[in-house]
């Protein structure tokens, strides 16, 4: 099944949460950046110009905050997963769902780095069939 050709892009979602594998990221929390692409064919939503026939993104938007601000998890990987399977379960029209989570400013003794990310790619078909 080829791949929809549109994407909603929500970049920049900055919040706060209790992630990571250390005793203070959970003690302190820290920030995390997530950039959010949802792929469907948008065509017909078009034609309708209805809310409810799209991928509302103040909803996608909720679902994201809900989980980086729920339970404390160790990985990234496990925070984007989760984000990728709340966007199938909540959007049908979604094909598609690209995460990346970022941690700005981590620490890691003796470097400087701007940030430390994890990117995901899933297909509907690959998580639900």
Same mark, same amino acid.
């Given at each position: 099944m080829p791949m929809p050709p549109d994407t909603i892009s929500?970049? *920049? =979602?900055?919040? %706060?949460? %209790?992630?990571? $594998?250390?005793? /203070? /990221?959970? !003690?302190?929390?820290? &920030? @995390?950046?997530?950039d959010l692409d949802l792929a469907a064919d948008l065509s017909q939503v078009a034609e309708a110009d209805a809310l409810e026939a799209t $991928?509302? %993104?103040s909803e996608a938007y909720g679902l994201v905050a809900e989980i980086v601000e729920g339970e404390p998890v160790n990985l990234l /990987?496990?925070? !984007?997963?989760? =984000? !990728?399977r709340?966007? @199938? /379960? &909540? @959007?049908?029209? $979604?094909q598609r769902v690209r995460v990346r989570i970022a941690k700005? *400013? $981590?620490a890691i003794a003796g470097s400087i780095l701007r940030e430390a990310a994890v990117t995901i790619? &899933?297909? &509907?078909?690959e998580n639900h069939g």
């Open positions: 929500l970049v *920049g =979602i900055t919040l %706060y949460g %209790y992630h990571g $594998v250390r005793p /203070e /990221e959970r !003690a302190l929390g820290q &920030r @995390f950046v997530v $991928v509302n %993104y /990987e496990t925070l !984007a997963e989760r =984000i !990728a709340a966007m @199938f /379960e &909540r @959007f049908v029209p $979604v700005p *400013g $981590v790619d &899933r297909t &509907r078909a």
